[in-house]
């Protein structure tokens, strides 16, 4: 089931991926996620984000993980 957060964070995580001209497999060498999960969190049905992996995705953006939730 989606919830509305779920879909939020993954347009962020579309758009700053995207800002910073990253691949999603560039994105996944940077945070040490695997693409495919980033693939997942990117896509129409999203599973829920864990906070370790919003920090490994926040900290490969260089940013704060309250920045990559600031939708």
């Known amino acids: 089931m989606n919830t509305a957060i779920n879909l939020k964070f ?3 995580l579309r758009e700053l991926r995207k ?3 990253h691949t999603q497999e560039k994105l996944a060498e940077l945070s040490g ?3 495919k999960h980033i693939q997942l ?7 829920a984000a864990k906070l370790d992996t919003i920090e490994k995705i926040a900290k490969a953006f260089k940013i704060n993980p309250s920045k990559l939730l600031d939708f």
């Open 19 to 21: 800002k910073n001209k």
């Open 10 to 12: 993954s347009k962020r």
């Open 33 to 35: 996620v695997d693409y």
């Open 41 to 47: 969190l990117e896509s129409k049905n999203p599973p």
